[in-house]
């Protein structure tokens, strides 16, 4: 097989690079370790930031989500009992929109079968060769166990954190971990709450968010190791009243759980994005720990930035920007890591801390929502800085 952009991933990196190329003329081949429904149905980020749904709407792929996404001025920060809002509309004139990324995901490939785009699934033992080469090839064997091999001009690594991609990148790792994880819960029960609220409660950490009219996602800070058997519902929904309620109100409506799981907290940014003809975007090169919102926000970034770069490349032979384009990238990469590390450091109880520690946390999350300065700086990197 032979295309000009091999694109290794089918999550909203791969997916959406494969349609910004289609637009401006370019062929990609998308190849894919999961299932199609798998890829459809994964549960994960919710708020688009507002750099995001501009973008989705300038390359045809708002209708859906204007329809169905929930746009929010604002989010709340709960603690010492009450609710503080940080009202993005009134402060910075603009908002976000909680549409989940499994639903960004079905558009893509909606739009991608509609465009004759081609996407392989339940591809196995994926590598890439020969990226020092014009020439570079990834080798794969098929669904149907035969071996492939597809001859590129450009390899895009779009294929996460545990992808094979970033391994043929020689880079330096800036890696932090952090000492607690997110138990998430997805749920049958209509919100009772617009907005959503980030809760900094003595017991840990607690996150409110929506996916629609009918269910509710709620996150609970829990130990990094934590085995989720010793997290039966009723302990979840106990711990989640405890956590959410202001003046003994609790915001949290129960029904049947659809999904559960557990999620490390974790920084990490490879640098630099790119060997040879292998370029990485979204989590194959950078995580943020989700407290801040911008992973999927950060992988349409990269592939706006390296589309842009592989069409002047592989269109009029002009490799400026493609030479530029990791430290392009690294740019916002950095700048999200810094505001993902702040909020998650503002509103989690940190294991160890000491007295003088928790004072000024506290300090901290007062100043934050009483001055218009602070909440200011908190609405302009939530909504999406600007390209
Ligand atoms: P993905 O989505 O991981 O897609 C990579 C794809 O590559 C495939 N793959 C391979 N395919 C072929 N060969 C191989 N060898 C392969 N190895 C892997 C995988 O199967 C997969 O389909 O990466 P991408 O496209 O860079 O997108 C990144 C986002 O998925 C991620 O940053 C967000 O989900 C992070 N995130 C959030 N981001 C936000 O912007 N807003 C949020 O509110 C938000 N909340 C979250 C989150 C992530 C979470 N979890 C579960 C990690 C909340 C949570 C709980
Ligand atoms: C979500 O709705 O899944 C969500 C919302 C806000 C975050 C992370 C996840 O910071």
Redo the contacts with the bound molecule.
Sequence with gaps: MRTQVGI???????LLLSHLLHLNGIESVV????SEDY?RQRV????LENTTTDLLREVGLGERMDREGLVHGGVSFRFDGADHRIAFEELIGRNVTVYG?QEVVKDLIDARNRDGGRLLFE?SG?AVHDIDTDRPRITFTDSAGQPQELVCDVVAG???????SRKSVPHEAYDHTYPFA?L?VLAKAAPTREEIAYTHHERGFALYSMRSPEITRLYLQVAPDEDIANWPDDRIWAELHTRMAVAGESPVLEGPVLDKGI?AMRSFVATPMRHGRLFL????AH?VP?TG???????VADVRLLSMALTELLRRNDSRLIESYSDTALRRVWRAEAFSWTMTSMLHVMPGADAFQRQVQLAQLRYTVSSTAAMTSIAENYVGLPW
């Design positions: 290794i991933g089918a999550g909203p990196a791969g190849i894919e370790e999961r890829v994960r980020a919710g708020v990324q591809v994926t779009c294929d996460g954190f545990h992808g094979v997110w998430g999620t975007a979204g989590d194959a995580i989700p919102a911008k992973g999927m926000n950060l992988a």
